[in-house]
């Protein structure tokens, strides 16, 4: 039973399996940035903030934090989710929506449909986060509870869609979560112009690719580099070979970076994304740790991946050119920590 709540590059964007059937074009630009205008009543503007004593750590003097851990319901997910709930037809909002998400995207979802005043059903692995799990239900989501693979949480969610007609609003492989995503590169380059690298913590690669799709339009001399669990590494394989990889084993402590690599966040990634670097469960939770005893924000496992990224040995070699250059910014992903399971 469902828990209910108690009261110039070769990329070329693909066509996406459409939320709404009449509208199944790719993520552009353009869609990003009316993405912008669309959300901005519903999302915080997140801050950019200094890293101190990591940016020494890490060899880059002006490296900052976009501070998406501070954005409402703790993630960046609510950009997309928004996005993905404003634009659905007036016919279909009224059944609702329907998604399937470890946890973050299924929070931001029910909090868009709540200020649509529609219902959203969320299908959950049942590895997900028993505080995410119970945030969701907490907020008026309706929890089903799958198996842990993409294949499982993905036919259980068509299963939902079936039974009571709400419309599949998925984590991260569709063009208007995507581009409410990238909204995240529209504000980064805005408040520092400077930026030269980009790091980015890489599950499905929603964020990364509506990110890289922004920040290459307006400037092609950026680096976005993705940041991935080594226990997750299915991207930095995709990168190498140029084939999408299979989803590994879901055993990282980065919940939030479990899935693998979707058909439209793939090609993005392979041409778009400069590089990506994969860090161990240790590292994860030495950055993650770092950031709240230095910066004082509390941050998940997945938004340590990025600072254990620029902390480690892999990007070491960069640091110098990148710090010439410009500024390097991490984005920390989300802030919806167990806080009785820190993993330090």
């Not at 581009?179 to 990364?208: K, N, S, W, Y």
């Not at 940041?227 to 299979?246: F, H, M, N, V, Y």
């Amino acid at each position: 039973m469902p828990e209910r709540p108690a009261g110039g590059p070769r990329y070329r964007p693909s066509m996406s399996p459409a939320i709404d059937p009449g509208d199944a074009r790719p993520a552009t630009l353009e869609d990003v940035r009316a993405a912008a205008v669309r959300i901005a009543p519903f999302v915080r503007r997140t801050p950019l903030l200094s890293a101190g004593a990591i940016a020494r750590d890490a060899a880059r003097g002006s490296l900052c934090f976009k501070c998406e851990n501070l954005q409402l319901t703790g993630s960046f997910k609510i950009r997309g989710a928004t996005n993905a709930v404003q634009r659905l037809a007036a016919a279909d909002a009224p059944r609702g929506v329907v998604t399937h998400s470890s946890g973050n995207h299924a929070l931001a979802l029910v909090a868009a449909a709540g200020a649509r005043g529609i219902p959203a059903y969320v299908v959950m692995p049942a590895n997900a986060s028993p505080v995410k799990r119970a945030a969701v239900v907490a907020a008026g989501g309706i929890v089903e509870t799958s198996g842990n693979t993409a294949a499982e949480r993905e036919a259980l969610c068509e299963a939902v869609r079936a039974r009571t007609g709400a419309t599949i609003v998925p984590p991260y492989d569709h063009a208007w979560t995507i581009a409410g995503q990238g909204t995240i590169a529209l504000e980064i380059l805005a408040d520092a112009p400077d930026t030269a690298t980009i790091v980015v913590p890489v599950g499905g690669g929603g964020m990364i690719a509506g990110m890289a799709i922004a920040a290459k339009a307006l400037r092609p001399d950026v680096r976005i580099v993705g940041a991935e669990p080594a226990l997750a590494d299915d991207a930095a394989e995709s990168k190498r070979t140029g084939t999408r990889a299979a989803q590994r084993a879901p055993v990282t402590i980065a919940d939030g970076l479990r899935a693998p690599l979707g058909a439209l966040t793939f090609p993005v990634v392979r041409d778009l994304v400069d590089e990506i670097v994969t860090v161990g469960e240790d590292e994860i939770s030495a950055g993650m740790r770092r950031v709240y005893a230095d910066a004082k924000l509390v941050i998940e496992p997945s938004a340590g991946v990025g600072v254990a990224a620029v902390l480690g040995a892999a990007m070491r070699p960069q640091a110098a050119a990148d710090e010439a250059r410009g500024r390097t910014v991490v984005v920390l992903c989300g802030g919806n920590a167990d806080l009785d399971a820190l993993p330090w």
